[in-house]
């Protein structure tokens, strides 16, 4: 049985992680990722949530240019590193919050689950991507195959997660009203 102590618990660890992976986030968007798209006039991978293509990953990786590939490897992956593990940290705490109020186990643990696989999968992007700014301009298809699948499980992995935490949310304000009302 969960007890007030786990509810004050993982209520202040969501707001940790929460701001930790709202400020590393919008330093990638309003930063990191904006200046790799203004130097290659096209989306950089991580903002590209339907994969590329062998041609398009070439594409990108050439229009970055020596510099913009540096860039990329020692701005942008550095901040996706520590991302991830805090997006995850904050979903899985604000998981664990709600069934400290509600019981809904299943959900919680489907929640949890997505979290930790959009994590997983966007590790393995940025693995994938790292190998490709390196190796650039002797990239395979594979990697880039691989790299792109990771992409795509990384983003239906994130929008799943968020959504379950909105049906979870939604139904934890509902049960604590209909509570306050008996």
Same mark, same amino acid.
């Given at each position: 049985? &969960?007890?007030?102590?786990?509810?004050?618990?993982?209520?202040?660890?969501?707001? @940790?992680?929460?701001?930790?992976?709202?400020?590393?986030?919008?330093?990638? @968007?309003? @930063?990191?990722? /904006?200046?790799?798209?203004?130097? *290659?006039?096209?989306?950089?991978?991580?903002?590209?949530?339907? !994969?590329? *293509?062998?041609?398009? +990953?070439?594409?990108?990786?050439?229009?970055?240019?020596?510099?913009?590939?540096?860039?990329?490897?020692? &701005?942008?992956?550095?901040?996706?590193?520590?991302?991830? +593990?805090?997006?995850?940290?904050?979903?899985?705490?604000?998981?664990?919050? %709600?069934?400290?109020?509600?019981?809904?186990?299943?959900?919680?643990?489907? !929640?949890?689950?997505? *979290?930790?696989? +959009? +994590?997983?999968?966007?590790?393995?992007? &940025?693995? !994938?991507?790292?190998?490709?700014?390196?190796?650039?301009?002797?990239?395979?298809?594979?990697?880039?195959?691989?790299?792109?699948?990771?992409?795509?499980? /990384?983003?239906?992995?994130?929008? %799943?997660?968020?959504?379950?935490?909105?049906?979870?949310?939604?139904?934890?304000?509902?049960?604590?009203?209909?509570? /306050?009302?008996?």
């Amino acid at each position: 049985m &969960n007890t007030r102590n786990d509810m004050n618990r993982f209520r202040q660890r969501t707001y @940790v992680f929460f701001a930790v992976a709202a400020a590393f986030y919008a330093i990638m @968007v309003l @930063v990191t990722l /904006k200046e790799l798209e203004s130097l *290659s006039g096209v989306a950089p991978f991580d903002m590209r949530p339907t !994969g590329y *293509s062998y041609e398009d +990953a070439q594409l990108l990786l050439q229009r970055l240019g020596e510099a913009g590939r540096h860039y990329y490897l020692t &701005n942008q992956i550095p901040l996706d590193i520590v991302f991830p +593990a805090a997006f995850a940290l904050f979903l899985t705490n604000a998981f664990l919050w %709600c069934r400290s109020i509600l019981t809904a186990g299943r959900w919680i643990g489907i !929640g949890i689950g997505l *979290s930790w696989l +959009a +994590a997983a999968a966007d590790y393995l992007e &940025n693995t !994938g991507i790292t190998a490709m700014l390196v190796l650039w301009p002797k990239v395979s298809g594979s990697l880039v195959s691989v790299t792109s699948a990771a992409s795509i499980v /990384k983003a239906g992995a994130t929008t %799943c997660a968020i959504i379950m935490m909105l049906i979870v949310v939604a139904r934890t304000v509902f049960h604590a009203r209909v509570t /306050k009302l008996h």
